[in-house]
């Protein structure tokens, strides 16, 4: 720590940081553009000038550039001198020369950090009155927009998008006052974390276009602390909306999980939440006759429906909270429920679940990944399943260079000397993967093989690293080099980190992944080794902690009669199992009842259909890939808007159904009930209550708001309606009101921030005024809640796998591959989503296109799970032959093709 003086106040701060980042993180506000704690200094703003004096004597002092300046123990500075102030406020006179005065109608006003700094510096009036320079602005994709006119060459964009998430197509053209930042040519923007680009921009340059097409001012919004559910990271989000729909999804700080960034699927693919199709009443479908029914008249029918079938299956589901699975499984009865699961998923899970419970290996953040020098991924690609694993990955490649910097006594926010030397340094990453993925240009080496292939890789790196397992004799010398080369070098590391999951859908991979951590962990039990597995579903942990039957299994058993129905919850069958089969179970619609937001294939072919709350607008729990549990919250009530509609949450409907069975009273009231009851069955899940706060937790007697304060009082929301403004609806569920009545500063209580606001700040910077220091923890710590964090170890991980070629001449192979768009069930609803989904193709390598005759316009025709495909082929360099990679988890391409043979 160091002390220094600022305008005759004395603070304690950290020495490892620039002055700029030092002032911020004791409350001391001083303008910036340039300047961000994930990219560091480069001084082209000179916005942050501040004085500083030799001694306590020296009266004139020098200006310096804080963020360009080291802390030195004992340093004298002045950030309100009259010197400084006249040039900051100088500075932004200068930058704003050639910036419009289109603040009215600028999409980022309300939301500007150029807004914030120009008020900050007092800056009021403008002396330039020529013509302003002009520019051409650039079509960047259906997800952003593009205003070049508004720049103010703060060059965090080029910095972000290249340096830091290794764009390629985007860049900065012109010299000195003629600067022009985007693309050579119109067209989207191909790096899947483009979209941080709207919140890392200091001023309008570029904004969000999907918010574009129902644009509101941020004060006007209704936010809520959310969690992604697109992947199982569980990055942190802000969710705001207006009029009853979904307006616009941000980044929410976590210093553990997303930092400052997520995808691009994460922030834009939220419109499925808003469609107008939705189902938003009963419906009872009877000799194809509909018939729409109210609340009560459903639940009469629920009851009836168990009374009229003795055994009833119940599936829940891996997209769905687990307060809603428990409530399914204390419907049917545990035996009676499924996860809905492919057996091949449940193998995965399973092993998983097992690894972090009882392995005492570590599974690390997505935070900490970026702190390895040394990774293997098996079988998985990245960048397409877990978008924001991939850009840990790279920053982790990079650490290098810092480290070496580090030894050179050159400063960390330095970013200058640290871009030059990742160009040359980089730490050693292997990916081992069916065919080509994105992070190969980063990696070390990549080997691409068929999935026992890679098996029987993995398993000689384990071997390499422990004596005792048994000796793998088929590999190629050229291999065993590789595998010797990468077990010393993971080795040699000062931290290992092994990445695997069941998007392979294969649970040997898994277990050779716990092989290399076990190996290496026997080899050198001091050495730190992670352990990190990506499930294919935001909750699919969660899930498997309340356990279940497979969904191949409720199948087989419906085939043999011995059940009766089922009720799916927020599941689609038909994305899992094949066509036919589903078709199958659907001969008897009267047998099926189907919960859900969406109008998939299952719901609309139902007897009864109950239409349910998305994750937008009900609370609930889920369990991301590290075993955190985090909570996610209502943005809004439906019914407010429309009482006529027919929306409760999913366990609402269960439990009134289970009491009208066994004409009981109501007991769930509200979530807290769910929670209590669940842990009652689970006492893991204990840990989230003990963490969590309840509906009942008030500051200062306050809820915490869900609205920024608005000079002009709330404005009406049901004005369409009737002109009669109800009572805004009261939360039974949790801590927030739904207005921007309560709490809503930095607090140590509030982890779950709904937006990010404070006076004088009103853009995403304001999340450093919600911190312990700039960059590290909340003021509050770090939400969520650790279910196995520390285990030991119960029990010996070492798998011999199963060593033999499956693959036979005759036969192909279904392999999947996976596109950030289209790979995730509900985000496929969402409209402009559909619009970068690429066609579906068929994957097949080069030496087997040469073989039968084909080339990249060719079409290959088979026929797979009773169901005929015909498809356009795309080549690959690397695939293996013999395999057919398919859009698996696509509209007609259920999970269960995996591994299928097929004949050509």
């Known amino acids: 720590m160091a002390r220094i003086y600022v305008d005759s106040k004395t603070y304690d701060v950290d020495e490892s940081e620039n002055l700029l980042q030092a002032c911020l993180s004791v409350g001391i506000d001083i303008p910036y553009f340039c300047w961000h704690p994930l990219m560091g ?65 600028c999409e980022e006003g309300g939301h500007c950090h150029l807004q914030d700094m120009a008020v900050m510096t007092k800056h009021n009036v403008r002396n330039f009155r020529f013509k302003k320079r002009t520019y051409k602005n650039q079509y960047l994709g259906s997800f952003i927009k593009h205003e070049m006119n508004r720049c103010i060459a703060c060059y965090r964009c ?9 764009g390629t197509d985007f860049g900065v053209y012109g010299c000195n006052n003629n600067l022009y930042f985007g693309r050579i040519e119109n067209g989207g923007l191909e790096n899947e974390h483009s ?18 097409k129902k644009y509101n001012r941020k004060w006007d919004m209704q936010y809520a602390p959310g969690i992604c559910h697109n992947c199982s990271v569980g990055c942190n989000i802000s969710i705001g909306e207006r009029y009853g729909e979904i307006r616009r999804i941000e980044n929410r700080y976590h210093q553990n999980i997303n930092h400052y960034l997520i995808c691009d699927l994460g922030r ?7 469609l107008s199709k939705r189902p938003k009443k009963p419906v009872y479908v009877n000799s194809d006759n509909s018939m729409i029914l109210n609340f009560q008249e459903a639940i009469e029918l629920g009851a009836l429906f168990f009374e009229k079938y003795s055994r009833v299956i ?16 204390e419907l049917v009865g545990k035996s009676n429920f499924s996860h809905g699961m492919t057996k091949k998923e449940e193998k995965c899970i399973t092993i998983i679940l097992d690894c972090l419970k009882n392995s005492g290996l570590y599974s690390p953040n997505l935070k900490e990944i970026e702190s390895y020098d040394v990774i293997l991924v098996l079988g998985e690609d990245l960048t397409q399943t877990s978008p924001r694993v991939a850009l840990a990955i790279r920053q982790a490649m990079k650490k290098k260079a810092h480290d070496m910097a580090n030894l050179h006594q050159i400063p960390k926010w330095n970013s200058t000397p640290i871009s030059q030397i ?15 993925t994105k992070l190969d240009d980063v990696a070390e080496w990549s080997y691409f093989a068929s999935i026992h292939e890679q098996v029987n890789f993995s398993y000689a790196i384990a071997c390499e690293l422990d004596e005792k397992l048994p000796k793998l004799s088929n590999l190629s010398v ?7 080369t990468i077990a010393n070098r993971l080795l040699s590391s000062k931290k290992a980190l092994i990445i695997s999951g069941s998007h392979s859908f294969s649970s040997s991979i898994i277990k050779s992944a716990i092989n290399i951590a076990t190996s290496i962990k026997t080899r050198n039990i001091n050495h730190h080794v992670g352990l990190a597995f990506l499930t294919s579903s935001c909750n699919s942990l969660g899930l498997s902690l309340i356990g279940g039957i497979s969904i191949d299994t409720v199948l087989k058993q419906f085939k043999e009669k011995k059940v009766d129905a089922v009720i799916f919850m927020e599941y689609d069958i038909y994305r899992f199992l094949s066509k036919y089969d589903c078709d199958f179970v659907f001969k008897n619609k009267k047998k099926i009842i189907t919960i859900d937001h969406q109008h998939t294939e299952t719901y609309e072919k139902s007897g009864l259909k109950l239409p349910a709350t998305n994750f937008t607008e009900t609370s609930g729990t889920i369990v991301n890939f590290e075993a955190r549990a985090q909570r996610f919250f209502q943005v809004y009530d439906p019914m407010f808007y429309d009482n006529r509609n027919c929306l409760h949450e999913s366990w609402k409907w269960l439990h009134y159904i289970k009491s009208k069975i066994n004409k009981t009273e109501i007991s769930w009231f509200n979530l807290d009930d769910v929670i209590n009851a669940c842990i009652e069955k689970y006492p893991i899940f204990k840990k989230i209550k003990n963490n969590e706060k309840n509906a009942n937790f008030r500051i200062h007697g306050q809820k915490i708001s869900r609205s920024p304060n608005r000079s002009s009082g709330r404005t009406a929301l049901r004005a369409d309606i009737n002109i009669h403004e109800p009572e805004q609806p009261k939360d039974i569920n949790t801590m927030f009101s739904f207005s921007m009545e309560g709490y809503n500063q930095p607090h140590k209580c509030i982890s779950h921030i709904p937006f990010a606001w404070f006076p004088g700040w009103n853009s995403p910077q304001a999340w450093n005024k919600f911190q312990d220091k700039i960059g590290k923890s909340l003021i509050s710590g770090n939400s969520g ?23 036979k001449e005759k036969y192909w192979y279904i392999i999947p591959y996976y596109h950030i768009y289209g790979n995730e069930e509900l985000t496929q609803y969402s409209l402009i989503i559909q619009e970068n989904i690429p066609e579906a193709y068929a994957l097949i390598s080069l030496v087997d296109s040469i073989k039968l005759g084909l080339n990249k316009d060719s079409t290959l025709q088979f026929h797979c799970l009773k169901q005929n495909y015909r498809l356009k082929i795309r080549i690959s360099k690397h695939l293996s032959s013999k395999q057919i990679g398919l859009p698996v988890g696509r509209k007609s391409f259920p999970i269960s093709l995996i591994g299928q043979k097929v004949q050509l």
């Open 195 to 212: 979209g941080n680009l709207i919140e890392l921009c200091p001023t309008g340059v570029f904004t969000d276009n999907t918010h574009s």
């Open 785 to 807: 809640t650790h279910l196995f964090k520390k285990n030991k170890i119960i029990k010996n991980f070492s798998f011999i796998p199963i060593l033999k070629n499956f693959m």
């Open 422 to 436: 990742v160009e040359h340094h980089k730490n050693s990453l292997y990916i081992i993967h069916t065919h080509e």
């Open 314 to 329: 119940g599936v829940g589901s891996s997209r769905s909270s687990i307060e809603n699975n428990f409530a399914l499984q």
């Open 478 to 484: 050229v291999l065993k080099e590789k595998v010797s």
């Open 268 to 274: 834009f693919g939220y419109s499925h939440t808003s």
């Open 158 to 166: 080029v910095r972000y998008y290249n340096d830091y998430a290794d």
């Open 41 to 105: 200094s480069l001084g082209a703003c000179r916005q942050c000038a501040v004085t500083q004096y030799n001694d306590f004597e020296d009266c004139k002092g020098r200006l310096i550039m804080s963020c360009m300046t080291p802390v030195i123990d004992g340093m004298i500075i002045s950030v309100n001198d009259i010197e400084s102030k006249t040039f900051r406020s100088s500075i932004i006179e200068l930058l704003l020369t050639n910036h419009p005065h289109d603040c009215p109608i």
